[in-house]
């Protein structure tokens, strides 16, 4: 499967006809329809649904789709840092992060590191841990910030002194809101909106105890924000870690701590033995002078 006919094969899909598509390519419908063909020849299945005007894809098409869209980011990236080898520190880090405390430490680490070396650029990435970690194992992210616990096999990174502390999301009129603090018992018979993440969900089980299994959960999210949503409308009450908490308007949505409190640990991580952009290596440099000095100081 050729880099060159995904590169067709995305082009087709976003433009949704051969005719602009070839056009937008600079080659003749008659090519691009034959390398379509020799692509659908070659996986074995149908990746188009051909109609009169429009093409869409199957879901054989979606699937190649994801994928292609992940190679060709990763072939971009890789021919981009092969030429910054020989250039001056340039390029772009990647870092991907939820909604968490410890996103607060970003701006001064870039802020820094942005003096010494004014030409490399960032992209933040949002999305839940096990995305994060996917991403970050396909070379896709650079450096993740991830609660704990994190596999050492696959992750180097550097522990944040800063925990992430586990709060109750609630309207400001409900009655809890007047509460400084929320136990399990002031929970019975509500509707909760837990983490989606398994092993995270677990942390709000054991505070629960035993009363877990009379716990009605009525909503996942993978983000905190996607819950508040729902808190807002009245359909139930948040258990999430503090976050972007502080930035939101609190005549619409208000937090408690829980009694007794979670607290959780969080790190900078990035991909172990994988060969580091000049970019992201002075990264990661950066991050551990300033974190340190933070610590000693």
């Given amino acids: 499967m050729e880099i060159r006919v995904l590169r067709y094969f995305l082009t087709v899909a976003r433009e949704g006809g ?7 390519l600079h080659i003749t419908q008659p090519t691009l329809s034959r390398q379509l063909a020799s692509l ?20 054989e098409g979606i699937l190649l789709r994801r994928r292609a869209e992940e190679i060709l980011s990763l072939v971009d990236r890789t021919q981009k840092e092969l030429i910054e080898q020989n250039e001056l520190i340039e390029g772009r880090v990647v870092i991907g992060c939820g909604e968490m405390t410890a996103v607060g430490l970003l701006p001064e680490i870039i802020a820094s590191f942005h003096e010494k070396y004014p030409q490399v650029t960032y992209d ?9 970690k996917e991403q970050m194992e396909q070379g896709l992210i650079d450096i993740g910030i ?11 990174f550097l522990r944040l002194k800063h925990q992430e502390r586990w709060v109750l999301l609630t309207r400001p009129d409900d009655p809890l809101a007047a509460k400084e603090a929320v136990s399990p018992k002031d929970l019975k018979g509500k509707p909760l909106i837990l983490p989606s993440r398994a092993n995270v969900r677990n942390e709000v089980s054991n505070w629960f105890g035993d009363t877990f299994s009379e716990a009605q959960v009525l909503f996942t999210s993978n983000l905190a924000t996607n819950g508040a949503l729902m808190v807002q409308a009245g359909l139930g009450y948040s258990i999430t870690i503090e976050g972007a908490i502080p930035f939101w308007d609190e005549k619409k949505i208000v ?3 829980l009694s007794p409190e979670i607290h959780s640990d969080s790190v900078f991580a990035w991909k172990r033995s994988q060969p580091l952009t000049p970019a992201v290596e002075r990264f990661v440099k950066e991050m551990r002078f300033l974190l340190k000095a933070s610590v000693d100081g």
């Fill in 18 to 24: 051969i005719n602009r598509a070839a056009e937008i």
């Fill in 40 to 59: 659908e020849e070659e996986v074995g299945v149908k990746l188009f649904e051909r109609g009169a005007r429009k093409i869409k894809l199957t879901n």
């Fill in 124 to 132: 933040i990435f949002t999305a839940n841990a096990d995305v994060v």
């Fill in 146 to 156: 991830l609660l704990e616990p994190i596999d050492i096999e696959t992750f180097d």
């Fill in 255 to 257: 937090s408690r701590p």
